[in-house]
């Protein structure tokens, strides 16, 4: 008797520890998954909405720290968040009223997520930017970001031939 209780505790006890960690796993997805929905959010806010306050309200939080040199350089030595909202919004300021994000992508774990993207300067300037951001998040705020813009030429230079659709972004050899 005393063998069987001792296995029966022994069997609950491997469930109890194997739910724990299924529990942790479910968590780190949901987190992940909502800050991912957190970063697109930001992204449609700031880039189609064009709406940096908003944007900077509800997604960003307290110290945000930008490492685009660009962006960085244009919020001037004071540092924080709201050096860094100035800064995105001359960034949109500066562009046309129909420039637009694409978003072909995202890539999250936990606490990072990375989109990937075509950044359309709008038709008269007639220029579109492959565009990878990379976020960092704490408690489901925006506290980081880098960012890699690349050049006309890469997006494609408005030069398409056999494949260039097959992967967003991608260029081909002239």
């Known amino acids: ?18 739910s724990g960690c299924a529990t942790t796993a479910l968590l780190e997805q ?5 800050n991912t929905q957190t970063v697109l959010a930001f992204e449609e806010t ?13 997604y960003v939080g307290e110290d945000f720290i930008e490492h685009d040199a660009q962006l960085a350089g244009a919020a001037g030595k004071a540092a924080g968040t709201a050096a860094a909202e100035r800064a995105y919004r001359a960034l949109i300021g500066g562009e046309s009223a129909d420039a637009h994000r694409t978003f072909s992508r995202s890539i ?15 038709e008269q300037a007639g220029v579109t930017l492959p565009v990878v ?5 704490r408690e489901g705020r925006i506290v980081e970001h880098w960012d890699v813009i690349g050049s006309a030429a890469q997006s494609g230079g408005g030069r398409r031939g056999p494949g260039a659709e097959a992967v967003p972004g991608a260029s081909l050899p002239p």
Request: net charge positive; proline share 0%; hydrophobic share 40%.
């Open 108 to 122: 999250a774990q936990r606490e990072l997520v990375a989109t990937q993207s075509l950044w359309s300067r709008g």
């Open 30 to 34: 949901e987190l992940t998954k909502t």
């Open 46 to 58: 700031v880039y189609n909405k064009h709406d940096v306050q908003t944007a900077f309200r509800h």
């Open 1 to 18: 008797m005393r063998h069987q209780l001792l296995r029966a505790f022994g069997v609950c006890s491997t469930i109890v520890a194997a």
């Open 133 to 137: 951001d990379i976020y960092r998040l």
